[in-house]
């Protein structure tokens, strides 16, 4: 896939914690890729999108086939939102807007944020260790 993959661990609502191996896009390069033409994760969880300073905007699906979820963290790690996107393979595909201010965001395989514990009263934090 071109990435680096790293552990990132959600801490849930009620504590309890969940590693993810999840492929890093920390570049503009590699933001802008995202998951595009990807049909398999492979050892990956999902994906990560870090970015130097909080931003606001849109994530769009264009060329992606696999349906995602995604959570957005603010700088602290604080889980601010998150919604489902659907595959786009045609030249129109929607913009999604993102939190305000959201310093990370994280793409699974639509429906799968519930089970690594992502959701309202959560917390990331990305650990920047290679995936073992």
Partial sequence: ????????????????????CVWLA???????????FVTD???GDGMAFRYPKPRTGTFWMKNTILPL????????????????????TT????????ADD???AVEVPQGELARFGIGAG???????LPCE
Avoid: H, W
């Fill in 26 to 36: 920390d570049t503009a390069t590699q933001r802008s890729r995202g998951l595009m």
């Fill in 41 to 43: 994760l492979g050892i």
């Fill in 91 to 98: 030249s129109k595909c929607p913009n999604y807007r993102t």
């Fill in 1 to 20: 896939m071109g990435f680096e993959t790293t552990v990132a661990v959600v801490t849930a609502a009620d504590g309890t914690t969940c590693e993810l």
């Fill in 122 to 128: 959560s917390s990331l934090e990305l650990l920047d």
């Fill in 69 to 88: 979820s995604i959570a957005f963290f603010a700088p602290d790690g604080a889980f601010m939102s998150s919604f489902d996107m659907e595959p786009c």
């Fill in 102 to 104: 959201f310093l990370v």
